[in-house]
Structure formats: structure tokens, C-alpha cells
């Protein structure tokens, strides 16, 4: 089990029972306490709970059958409000029909709702998924109670070969009795203000690869062309797997190397001794001789010619001060200081609950394990601990997810990125000799969430990077603060409750020292609980599209731990260990809680099409990528060549296979006749790394796009160095040019279209 599921079901342990206090309470107070709590400050959540049993229970029903609509006709109601399809409607790209419910209402009994429901399933309708949140309560002391519950529904008509996304709030009156099973039961339901999004013919993307993993998603999974054929290869290092990649044939998997490691808690790919070959970075533990124990470290995996890495990895010797890496581990390359060698930048994840402890302040904590920067001497198996001399001291103990060297201000320098979880986006500039100043508050717009990812492109095709950041919404968030249910003695934790749980955002570059949040981020916000993320234009039409991998924990059930993260954990707890509330987990709680609800659970991921007026729609089952099972890493590549970008994604099942997880790639089938171009950018023979370079193209009628070569993007993964770019009907390119952070720079004059180009500098 992994230390961040491990900090979920100890959280799940104290659904029913609270925590227990860091200041000599003993665990009766604490309960009792919880207890006033719920009968008072969260009295009314504690009734929305009640009432939400309904739609869990009915939402839980419809994942465990094939005969869903019959599960539908069984749900208890009086009356029912159905919108019809309206007149007017609106033809999005790639031929989807965006239609509102706003046309002539449908008034059904249960009876008449049994024969509407019998009559699309004649015309042959069947329910793949859902969702249901409950987003607003209203109880209503002196009338009937009422809620806003969230729906998403994907239908699939087999005879029509069409594809459907049903999306609104829908309008709840409950009755004041429990019925007999002990659950309150609508009244009324009004679900006529409904959006419906359709598409007839197959997807855009099929399955087309599925590699198990025996072990539950631990490690980075990376994506490298590591034979310089303009296939990137598909590294798993946790397991010692190089997928090789073949084309048409597919995938080989071979050992990556012959001493394998036996963990490793962050990865990254780059050429650390200048010899023009891609090395394996890592800090794990390397599998050891007989009767001798794993060493944990930094260990470096030379690369040499047609990618293939060295038998054994070498420590890595570190000048300075470096402690134990304890979490799980985000590693970012680049060279910062220009000297013409990879650098290290090694955060940490430290997962909640562990020893009793949470993070504090739940918006802004810097209680994690340390971070570290390394800079390389040069021979790739020598680093020098350079953390507080360069500057970097003052946050390294945040709960960091994923980070990046990049230029974000056009300096020609590398700067750094962190995305942390209980504290957002922090910035770090660069003065071009590897020295870092903390320029967070005046440089981000909005800079709180969750932070789990994040990833780059130009979104508004302006020749500047552009970054999306990954976080978490939250329905109970929401709901409790339309109730305006809060503890008045924590005012900060109060005050942040909203813009911890905003979601996503995008922010634009203007290279004015400033990431301000678009204008459009609310539209790619909200998309549960979201990991790992990737840019791609997916259909070949010029505008950047997103991927997003949602869901945290899916248990047996829905009902979601999310409440008492909102009205009982916040308030608790605090940096140090408690030692009662950890043996309190671990010997009572935790065995009976394991697997039994969720958090966040049975969250679809996301592929959101940008349209030609800017604006972003979700249309992830219509494309065939909405997947339902907890999602973590997310890569975008071509993986076969054909100028489609494809999608690799892994997940996990906590439910029926506690140590599964898979790697899966979607396959772009669209055969899309939009334009495009791709650089593939090599590891040179004089040493200097495509880490950190920037690429532009400007194409035949004066529009620029704009990329950056990465690592620490997305979560746990790494992209290639190769490039692609959609051009939609434009037909030429006027050129490409690549530029490294030293300075130089490689400009291709009126390169080929519909290929791929290769440079080096």
C-alpha cells in the first residue's frame, strides 16, 4: 500500500469517530466534541448526509449493474419535471450537437416514468456511467427540505451509433418521513434544465494498448524516443521495463537494466554526463547483492547508443548535506546556471494523516519533507547540494506534487515551477547564474489550490508558454458554504475554503512577470479531484486541447469522505505527530474502514476540446476517454508516427484487485485532415540536453505557437522531447526554430509539413 492511500483509509478510519487532538484530550472528549458539532455548527450538513443516502444508494446501484434502467425505474418519487429537447441547438466541432431541455415539459408519475423510461430503451438507450453530487441543501425548518444535486449522464445508443453527455443540476423536494428502508425520498424532482451533448459515429480514440503492473501504480512512467526514430519508447522503471515501441507491431518489453531497483521514488530522463546519450536519474533503492540490504540514494543509469541503458546504476555522490528522501518523490532537470550540465531539483510528497499529523495550514503548509536542489559537476555522478545557498530554502518543506525549470519570463534562463498539494503554484526566478528568488506573490494570479500536476502550450497561440495547473473542486466545499456553515473561531481556515477547492487553473503568459489566471480558466476548472494533465491538439485544428486524469479513492461505496474532511479534519490535528490518533487508526479503525467508501470517487476523466472562439468544452465520452476507474498519470504522444496525437493514462482498481493497476494507451483513430508538424529535439554529441529548450513556430499566415521542453510536468511522468504541432488547414510553415537557454539557436526555413523534423544543436 502506498503511503498516500495509506493516509486515505486512515482519514476514511475516522468518518464515523472524529480525530483525536495534539493538546492531552482524551479520545472520549474528542468524540463528544465532534458530537455538540454535528448537532450544532454542522447540523445541517450532518441532514444533507442524510438526504444524500438516496442518490448514493441510487448512484451506487447503477455502477453494479448491466440493467441500469431498470435501476432507474425503481428510484422512489412522486412526481418527475422532464425537459424536452428544444429547438434551437448548436453544432460544435467534429459534428456535436449542443442542445439545452429547454423545450415543452414532460410531467411524469412513477407509472408514466416506468413507460418514458421503457420507451428509450426500446429505442435503444442504455446508460454507460454516471454521476451524482449533491451540490446545494436546504433544510428548511419550517417547509420541506430541498437540494441541487449534479448529473452527469453517458448514454449510448447501439442502433443509432450515437453518443450522448447529459450534464445539469437537477431540483430536489423531499418528503419530511423516512421511508420504510430508513431513507428520505423526493417529493418532487424538476430535471428540465439539462444541457445535452451528442455526436453520431465512432470515437476519436480507441484502445489500442494495456499493460499490467503488478503492483499498485508505484513510480514514474516515462515517454523518451530512446532510438532516435521518431517513436518515443514507454519506460517503466518501478518495474524495470522498457517498452519498446515498434509501430504498427506495437510494444517489446525488456528489461531496462540488469540490476534492477528495488524502488524508486522519483524519475527523470536527461543526458547528466554529457556524452550525448539520455541517462535514468532516480532516487530509490537499488536491488542489492545476496545478503546484503537496499541502499537508498541518487543513482544515476548511464544511456548509451540505440537507448540502451548500462547493466548497473551508479550512486550518485552528494557534496553537502542531503537527507533521506521519505515520500514520493517529483524530480525536475535543467541546466540552471548555464554551465552546460543537468541539474536536480528533488521535492517531496509527504502523505496526510501519517502519525497523526495533517498539514497546517491546510492552504499554505511548508511542513512536508525537505526539498533539494542538486547542480551537477559535470560527470553526472557528483552533484553539490545547493539548496539554501541558491535560494530555494524558504518553502522546500511544502507537500510538492510536481516541478519544472522553464522560461517563464523569456530571460533565456531557466526558472522553476512548484505544485504543491495544501498550498497551490509557488515561482522561483532565475537571475541566469542559478540563483532563485521567491517572486510567488507578485508574479501568480490566484495561486491556491490542491496542486496535483500541471503542463504547458501556448493556449492562446500568442508564441508564449502557458501553463495549466491541476487541483481539486469540491461539491461539499461548495455546499457547506452556501449554507454558510463554518466554524467562527477559525477564520483563515473559513476564509480558504473556496479558493483552495476552485479546481484547475490556466494561466496565460504575458512576460510582463506576471501568470495571470484566462479569462476562460472556469470552464477547465472543475473537474473533481484531478491528477495528471497533458496539453495536445488532439484533432489537428491548431487550438491546444487538455486531458485530465479525476478521481482520488473509489471505494464499494460512493458515499464520500469528503464531509468530514470539511468539518472535522481542518480543524484538528497540526504539523506534529499524535501519537494517540495514530494508534488509535491503526489498531481500531483502519482494518474495519478499508475500501468501504470513497473520496471523490467514480470521477470521469476529461478531454477538453478548444473551440475556434476559445472557449472549452468537456466531450471526453464522446471521444471514448472518459474513463471511470481512478486515474493518475497522463501522457500525450504520437506514439505511432501518423501525426495523431494519442493518450497514455494509468489507473488504479481499489476495489476488486487491491495491487492492480494499468498502463493504457488510446490510440488516435480520428484520421483527422488537419495540418501539422513535429520536432523531434536530440540529445546532442557535444552534451547539451533538449531540457529547457524552447520551440516556435510561425506558420504560413503569420500565427505563432509556441512549446517547452520539460520534465516534472504532469504527475509522475515525463513527455518526449518530440513536439507536435496542429496547423489546421494552413499549409505551410514559414519556420520552426529551437532555442536553448545558453543562448543558441537552430532555425528551420520552410520546413516540410505532415513530418517530423529532427534537431540538434
Not at 502506498?2 to 495534539?22: C, I, K, P
Not at 472528549?29 to 458539532?37: A, F
Not at 548497473?312 to 515520500?327: H, L, N, Q, T, Y
Not at 512549446?707 to 518530440?722: K, P
Amino acid at each position: 500500500m502506498n503511503r498516500y492511500l495509506a493516509g486515505t483509509l486512515l482519514a476514511s478510519a475516522a468518518f464515523s469517530f472524529g480525530s483525536v487532538a495534539s493538546n492531552g484530550q482524551d479520545l472520549l472528549s474528542v468524540i463528544e466534541n465532534r458530537n455538540l458539532l454535528n448537532q450544532t455548527v454542522w447540523k445541517q450538513e450532518v441532514a444533507a448526509q442524510e438526504h444524500e443516502e438516496t442518490f448514493i444508494a441510487l448512484w451506487d446501484a447503477l455502477r453494479k449493474t448491466d440493467a441500469k434502467l431498470a435501476v432507474l425505474k425503481d428510484f422512489e418519487f412522486e412526481t418527475l419535471t422532464l425537459g424536452s429537447l428544444g429547438e434551437d441547438g448548436q453544432t460544435l466541432d467534429h459534428a456535436v450537437d449542443l442542445r439545452k431541455t429547454d423545450g415543452p415539459k414532460i410531467e411524469l408519475d412513477a407509472a408514466k416514468w416506468d413507460q418514458w423510461v421503457d420507451a428509450m430503451e426500446a429505442k435503444g438507450y442504455r446508460l454507460f456511467q454516471s454521476e451524482w453530487h449533491h451540490t446545494r441543501f436546504n433544510a428548511n425548518p419550517t417547509g420541506d427540505a430541498t437540494s441541487l444535486v449534479s448529473i452527469v449522464l453517458h448514454v449510448y445508443n447501439q442502433k443509432e451509433k450515437t453518443r450522448h453527455m447529459i450534464e445539469g443540476k437537477i431540483d430536489v423536494v423531499w418528503k419530511r418521513e423516512k421511508n420504510e428502508d430508513g431513507r428520505y425520498t423526493p417529493s418532487k424532482i424538476d430535471a428540465s434544465k439539462l444541457e445535452v451533448l451528442s455526436r453520431k459515429g465512432d470515437p476519436f480514440f480507441m484502445e489500442a494498448f494495456n499493460f499490467d503492473i503488478p503492483q499498485r501504480g508505484e513510480g514514474a512512467i516515462l515517454s523518451y524516443d530512446l532510438n532516435q526514430d521518431n517513436l518515443p519508447e514507454i519506460i517503466l522503471p518501478g518495474i524495470n521495463v522498457v517498452l519498446w515501441n515498434i509501430g504498427a507491431k506495437g510494444y517489446g518489453g525488456k528489461p531496462m537494466s540488469e540490476t534492477a531497483f528495488v524502488s524508486t521514488k522519483g524519475s527523470v530522463l536527461g543526458d547528466f554526463n554529457g556524452d550525448g546519450f539520455v541517462d535514468y536519474l532516480c532516487y530509490g533503492e537499488v536491488e542489492p547483492a545476496p545478503g546484503k540490504s537496499p541502499v537508498s540514494g541518487v543513482y544515476l543509469l548511464p544511456g548509451g547508443p540505440e537507448g540502451a541503458f548500462a547493466s548497473k546504476p551508479i550512486r550518485v555522490a552528494i557534496e553537502g548535506e542531503m537527507g533521506s528522501v521519505d515520500g514520493i518523490a517529483a524530480l525536475a532537470a535543467g541546466d540552471i546556471d548555464n554551465d552546460g550540465d543537468l541539474d536536480v531539483w528533488i521535492s517531496q510528497y509527504k502523505a496526510t494523516y501519517v502519525n497523526g499529523s495533517m498539514p497546517t495550514p491546510y492552504f499554505d503548509a511548508n511542513d512536508g519533507y525537505p526539498s533539494y536542489l542538486l547542480k551537477n559537476d559535470g560527470s553526472g555522478t557528483r552533484f553539490v547540494e545547493s539548496t539554501e545557498a541558491a535560494g530555494l530554502a524558504g518553502k522546500r518543506y511544502r507537500r510538492t506534487y510536481s516541478n519544472s525549470f522553464y522560461d517563464y519570463d523569456g530571460d533565456a534562463d531557466l526558472d522553476l515551477i512548484v505544485v504543491s498539494d495544501f498550498s497551490g503554484v509557488d515561482l522561483y526566478r532565475n537571475d541566469g547564474k542559478g540563483n532563485f528568488e521567491d517572486v510567488t506573490d507578485g508574479s501568480i494570479e490566484d495561486r491556491s489550490l490542491f496542486g496535483m500536476a500541471h503542463t504547458f502550450g501556448d493556449f492562446n497561440r500568442d508564441g508564449k508558454v502557458d501553463i495549466y495547473v491541476t487541483g481539486m473542486s469540491s461539491t461539499t466545499a461548495s455546499r457547506l458554504d452556501a449554507m454558510d456553515a463554518v466554524r467562527e473561531e477559525f477564520p483563515d481556515r473559513n476564509r480558504m475554503r473556496i479558493p483552495m477547492t476552485y479546481g484547475n487553473r490556466l494561466y496565460l503568459n504575458g512576460y510582463e512577470g506576471v501568470l495571470d489566471q484566462a479569462a476562460n480558466s472556469g470552464q477547465v476548472a472543475r473537474t473533481g479531484w484531478a491528477w495528471g494533465t497533458s496539453t495536445l491538439d488532439f484533432d489537428n485544428d491548431g487550438d491546444l486541447d487538455v486531458y485530465v486524469a479525476n478521481g482520488h479513492f473509489s471505494g464499494e461505496s460512493a458515499k464520500d469522505y469528503c464531509s468530514n474532511f470539511w468539518t472535522d479534519d481542518i480543524y484538528r490535528g497540526s504539523s506534529n505527530d499524535n501519537p494517540i490518533l495514530d494508534e488509535y487508526f491503526k489498531k481500531s479503525v483502519l482494518p474495519m474502514m478499508e475500501g468501504n467508501v470513497s473520496w471523490n470517487g467514480f470521477e470521469h476523466n476529461f478531454l477538453f476540446c478548444q473551440l475556434p472562439d476559445g472557449s472549452y468544452r468537456n466531450i471526453s465520452f464522446l471521444m471514448g476517454v472518459a474513463d471511470e476507474l481512478d486515474s493518475r498519470r497522463v501522457i500525450s504522444e504520437d506514439f505511432n508516427g501518423d501525426g495523431l496525437m494519442d493518450i497514455l493514462v494509468s489507473q488504479l482498481n481499489y476495489r476488486e484487485d487491491k495491487d492492480s493497476s494499468w498502463v493504457k494507451i488510446y490510440r488516435n483513430v480520428s484520421g483527422s485532415s488537419g495540418n501539422w508538424i513535429g520536432v523531434n529535439l536530440t540529445d546532442g554529441a557535444n552534451g547539451k540536453s533538449p531540457l529547457g529548450a524552447k520551440i516556435r513556430v510561425v506558420d504560413s499566415a503569420g500565427r505563432t505557437r509556441a512549446d517547452t521542453v520539460v520534465s516534472g510536468d504532469s504527475f509522475q511522468a515525463q513527455h518526449s522531447a518530440i513536439k507536435h504541432f496542429g496547423l489546421g488547414t494552413v499549409d505551410g510553415v514559414a519556420y520552426v526554430e529551437a532555442a536553448w537557454p545558453d543562448g543558441t539557436s537552430v532555425r528551420l526555413e520552410n520546413p516540410a509539413i505532415n513530418r517530423y523534423h529532427k534537431i540538434v544543436d
